[in-house]
């Protein structure tokens, strides 16, 4: 891992996050990454630090401050639990601290995965500051975003194997961002939930993750400004 957990300031009082910057310059575009339910593990890091490698400032806030499970259930307790009201706060704490500590001008990213997903969905109706937004596999019903206050495009990202988020899901998806006057690009590709976690090799698809990937650095190069 090449970045550093910082201190974030919330209403709330203290949280943290994981920023990774680009070794070269320092700075650059923004962009917030959201964990899975099993908190902010070396995966979610990985992505940040990959974000630094193609030249973007990456935060990634840690929405159970400090805890971590590899067990289904205990990120079930976790994800039910969430109080969307402290995500709102720590995504604001993220954004601060990319203008703060990580020099960023200009609109932000969010890239988020599976539960990080929705709330990346969400992140882009409640921020204005964001220019662009990615969901891998979002799900998470306690969150259903208003896309009449969406502004900036989104990149889907989906599995046809994902027995969570079936086609319909994916259609509903694509429609109400639609009705609403949005902007959405799906892909979906030949596997299933979660194959962009290398960490979990029982899921992963090496081939669909990279493709996955390419899409998500073209589309915030081609958004973000």
């Given amino acids: 891992m090449s970045g550093v957990r910082i201190e974030l300031r919330t209403p709330k009082g203290k949280s943290s996050g994981y920023l990774a910057r680009p070794e070269a310059s320092g700075t650059g575009r923004g962009v917030i990454v959201l964990q899975e339910w099993w908190g902010l593990v070396p995966h979610i890091q990985s992505v940040a630090d990959r974000l630094a490698k193609a030249g973007y400032v990456a935060l990634a806030p840690d929405l159970w401050d400090g805890k971590q499970t590899t067990r289904p259930d205990e990120a079930a307790r976790m994800l039910k639990a969430l109080e969307i ?14 203008r703060e500590q990580g020099q960023v001008k200009g609109s932000l990213g969010v890239v988020g995965f599976c539960m990080g997903g929705q709330l990346a969905l969400y992140a882009a109706t409640v921020m204005p500051d964001i220019g662009a937004c990615v969901d891998f596999y979002g799900i998470y019903p306690k969150v259903a975003p208003d896309f009449s206050r969406l502004r900036a495009p989104v990149l889907g990202i989906f599995g046809e194997k994902d027995e969570s988020i079936g086609p319909d899901k994916i259609a509903a998806l694509r429609a109400a961002i ?6 959405i690009e799906v892909h979906c590709y030949p596997a299933g939930h979660a194959f962009f976690n290398e960490s979990r090799p029982e899921v992963f698809d090496a081939a669909c993750a990279a493709d996955a990937w390419r899409r998500t650095i073209d589309f915030f190069g081609k958004n973000l400004h």
Wanted: glycine share 16%.
């Fill in 178 to 183: 639609a009705a609403a006057g949005g902007s």
């Fill in 85 to 98: 009201a402290d995500v709102t706060a720590k995504l604001g704490a993220a954004a601060a601290a990319l």
